[in-house]
C-alpha cells in the first residue's frame, strides 16, 4: 500500500479531528483565517469535483434495483429536514440570519460523508451512495425552490441567483469530475488516493473560515446555537429512521435513510449563505458539519457492534442447533 493511500486513509478516519483543529485555528487566528471566506465557493466545488470523479455507473445500478428505497430515501431527505428546520427556528424563534442559516442546512442534498458512515454502520452503503447522487444532482432545483418557501418570511430570497450558485458550486464540478474519470481514466486512477486528502483540507478551510469571520457571534449565541443544529440534526436521525421502518424497509436500508437524512451538505449551506445573505447565516451549517461527524461516528460504533452481536448470537445458535 502507498504512503499516500495510508496517509488518506489515516485522514478519513480522524475527519472529526481535523475539523476541531479548523474550529480551534478559526476562533485563535480569526484575522488571518477570514480571509479564506471569499474562496469557499471554490473550495466547495473542489469537493463536488471530488464526488463527480468518484461516481460511477453502478451507483445509479441501485435505482434500478431498489427504486422503492431509493426514492423513500430522496424524498424524506427533501422533507423531514427542511420541515424540522422551519419548525426550530419557528418554535425557538430564531433571529432572522440564525433561522435562516438552520433552514438553509435543512434545504440541501446529503453529504458525502454519509456514504463513509454508513459503511461503518453497517448500512447499505450502495443504497447511501445512492441517495447521496439522487439529492445533489436535484439540488439545484430542488433547494433554491425549497429554500423560498420555507425562508422567505425572514429574508429576501431570489430563486434565480440561488439556482445559479448551486449550478456553479455542485453541479458543474460534478459533471466535470465525472467527465475526468469517464475519458482521462489514468489521470482519475492517479488522484483516488489523494482526493479525500483534499476534500478533508477543503471543508476544514470552508469551518474555520466561517468560525474565523463570526467568533464573536459564535460566543454570544454560541451554547444556543449548538443547541438548535444538534436538535435538528437528531430529529434527521431519528425520524428518518422511523418512518423507514413505516415503510417496513430492511434493517441495513432503515439504516442507511436515517444517515442520509441526518446528514446534510452542509458546506453547501455555508457557501449559499456566504454568497447570498449576512455571514451570520453561514454559522450554523458551520457548527452542523462539526456535529454531524460526532454523531454520525456514534451512531455508527451503536449499530455496527449491533450487528455483530446479532451475528454472534446466530452464529452460537447454529452451533448449539447442531450439537
Not at 435513510?257 to 452542509?266: F, L, R
Request: hydrophobic share 50%; with cysteine.
Amino acid at each position: 500500500m502507498s504512503n499516500i493511500k495510508k496517509f488518506s486513509q489515516f485522514i478519513n478516519k480522524t475527519f472529526v479531528l481535523w475539523m476541531l483543529v479548523a474550529a480551534i485555528l478559526g476562533f485563535s487566528f480569526p484575522n488571518i483565517i477570514a480571509q479564506v471566506a471569499p474562496y469557499i465557493p471554490y473550495l466547495l466545488g473542489i469537493v463536488m469535483f471530488g464526488m463527480g470523479m468518484t461516481i460511477s455507473t453502478n451507483d445509479f445500478k441501485e435505482v434500478f434495483k431498489s427504486p422503492k428505497s431509493v426514492l423513500i430515501g430522496v424524498i424524506l431527505q427533501y422533507t423531514i429536514m427542511p420541515i424540522t428546520a422551519y419548525l426550530i427556528a419557528k418554535g425557538f424563534n430564531l433571529s432572522p440570519d440564525i433561522a435562516l442559516g438552520v433552514i438553509l442546512v435543512g434545504c440541501c442534498p446529503g453529504g458525502t460523508a454519509s456514504n463513509v458512515i454508513s459503511y461503518l454502520a453497517k448500512a447499505n452503503t450502495a443504497l447511501s451512495v445512492s441517495i447521496t447522487t439522487v439529492s445533489t444532482l436535484l439540488a439545484p432545483i430542488v433547494t433554491p425552490s425549497l429554500i423560498y418557501l420555507f425562508a422567505r418570511e425572514w429574508l429576501q430570497v431570489s430563486f434565480a441567483s440561488m439556482f445559479i450558485s448551486v449550478v456553479q458550486v455542485v453541479l458543474i464540478p460534478i459533471i466535470l469530475g465525472f467527465i475526468v474519470q469517464r475519458f482521462f481514466k489514468p489521470v482519475a486512477e492517479k488522484s483516488v488516493d489523494i482526493l479525500p486528502i483534499i476534500s478533508v483540507v477543503s471543508i476544514s478551510l470552508i469551518l474555520s473560515s466561517v468560525v474565523a469571520g463570526n467568533k464573536v457571534q459564535i460566543i454570544e449565541t454560541g451554547l444556543i446555537m449548538f443547541g438548535v443544529v444538534l436538535l435538528h440534526n437528531i430529529s434527521g436521525l431519528t425520524i428518518g429512521y422511523l418512518l423507514a421502518k413505516i415503510f417496513k424497509l430492511n434493517r441495513p436500508d432503515k439504516r442507511a435513510i436515517s444517515i442520509e437524512v441526518g446528514m446534510q451538505n452542509s458546506g453547501l449551506a455555508v457557501s449559499l449563505a456566504t454568497a447570498h445573505f449576512n455571514p451570520l447565516s453561514a454559522v450554523p451549517g458551520a457548527i452542523f458539519s462539526f456535529i454531524h461527524l460526532l454523531t454520525g461516528p456514534t451512531i455508527a460504533i451503536i449499530w455496527s457492534n449491533q450487528t455483530k452481536r446479532t451475528k454472534r448470537k446466530h452464529h452460537y445458535s447454529t452451533a448449539t442447533d447442531q450439537v
